[in-house]
């Protein structure tokens, strides 16, 4: 048997487990980008609209050059997209700028409450269905997060007393 039959009889080995690695990847850069900005947060520069800066470059040049190779035409008017990067640019604006006041633990947390507030966000505004099983994923990423936040507490003691006298 080849290598590229036996390609064919798994295919949807292929079909699920990309997908996946891709997500470990995207996982893999935002970490390294986390890591950077708390890094040049801690070395006093104050810089968060250019950290920003090299991720959207990126992206623009991965998913503008996709878009001229297939030939597509935007799905919405471009003044939508310019809106919704508006209100990214400054959602990551307020996410580097957090690595300046506190540590690398503490935004990750804030910043992976997103899965939460987009789950009950879309329920209310777009009406969206979630079944058993994404309520469940979500429950135990939350059950995670809640742990980090545990240990984060107690690696630095007195957490809370600390950043209301640093404010």
Known sequence: MSRSSWWRNHEGILTTFYPLFLGQVVSFVR????????????????TPLSLSFFTYTALALV????????RQKLQ?????YALIGFADV?????VNK?????????????????I??????????????????QFFGTAVCLGGLGLVLLSDAKAVPNLFLVIYLSS
Do not use: E
């Not at 209310?124 to 979630?130: A, D, E, K, M, N």
């Open 31 to 46: 970490a390294l980008i986390s890591f950077a900005s708390s890094l040049v947060a801690n070395l006093g520069v104050n």
């Open 63 to 70: 998913y503008g050059g996709i878009m001229i190779y297939r």
């Open 76 to 80: 919405i008017p471009w003044y939508w």
């Open 90 to 94: 400054q959602g990551s604006f307020l």
């Open 98 to 114: 957090a690595f300046q006041y506190s540590s690398i633990t503490s935004v990750t947390i804030l910043d992976c409450w997103t």
């Open 116 to 133: 939460a507030w987009v789950m009950i966000l879309t329920w209310l505004f777009l009406g969206t269905r979630y079944s058993l099983w």
